[in-house]
């Protein structure tokens, strides 16, 4: 039973074009949904992470828009860079402390 | 700067052996966590920890036990290899809400890739 659902599975994109991941999850006790970066080597990095009172966050580049009503929320990479490309983890947490990790998107960006 | 440290990056362990990865953080976080990462599959909770000698089991905890006995450190024990056990094993560390910084972010060490054979 998978409680998050994270697509695509992979997507490359060319250097300044957007980058689009989204996410659904079941579960409406979620209230934290944070987005992690992964680079080869090394463990997952918090990017940015949104609370379901808010339908969107921006941080620079990287945007979560989030819809409450149809359980989904996705991140965008505006104007992508080639040192964008990593593997990238929605999740969603409850207030119990356990976090629900997508299966990951890994993101290429060519110049 | 947060840093959460794992004992070992690379381990070649044969089936049947009993298997210790060891994880510490010098935050002064309450709450530990070890993942599995499988290709395809994303991050999956094996177990996780609150408090000192206090632990819940995650998602896919058969096979694994953790211990522990202090706040910075929490260790991952395969009591015998299996070769399905083969993985990268990631252990991260969090605040609880409320207790300042940036709540609920979890910080990841580098990852232990574990081989069993």
């Known amino acids: 039973q998978q409680q998050v659902k994270q697509s695509p599975q992979s997507l490359i994109v060319q250097k300044g074009g957007i980058s689009i991941i989204n996410c659904a999850y079941e579960?409406?006790?979620?209230?934290?949904f944070p987005w992690y970066q992964q680079f080869p080597g090394k463990g997952p990095a918090l990017l940015i992470a949104i609370r379901p009172d808010v339908s969107e966050k921006k941080e620079g580049r990287f945007t979560i828009s989030f819809n409450k009503s149809a359980k989904q929320f996705s991140l965008h990479i505006m104007d992508s860079q080639p040192g964008d490309s990593a593997t990238y983890f929605c999740a969603a947490k409850t207030n119990a402390g356990k976090s629900t990790f997508g299966d990951g998107t890994t993101l290429t960006v060519k110049p | 700067d947060v840093k959460v440290t794992q004992s070992s990056r690379y381990l070649v362990k044969r089936t049947g052996e009993k298997v210790f990865l060891e994880c510490v953080q010098d935050m002064d976080h309450e709450n530990m966590f070890w993942y599995r990462q499988d290709p395809g599959l994303g991050l999956r909770l094996i177990y996780f920890?609150?408090?000192?000698?206090?632990?819940e089991k995650g998602d896919i905890p058969e096979g694994y036990s953790v211990s522990r006995e202090k706040k910075e450190r929490f260790s991952l024990i395969l009591e015998s290899a299996s070769t399905n056990q083969t993985s990268m094993y990631l252990c991260?560390?969090?605040?609880?809400?409320?207790?300042?910084?940036?709540?609920?972010?979890?910080?990841f060490g580098p990852g232990t890739r574990l081989t069993v054979t």
């Open positions: 920890s609150y408090d000192v000698k206090m632990k």
């Open positions: 579960n409406t006790a979620f209230d934290y």
């Open positions: 991260a560390s969090s605040s609880p809400p409320g207790a300042g910084g940036t709540s609920y972010e979890q910080y």
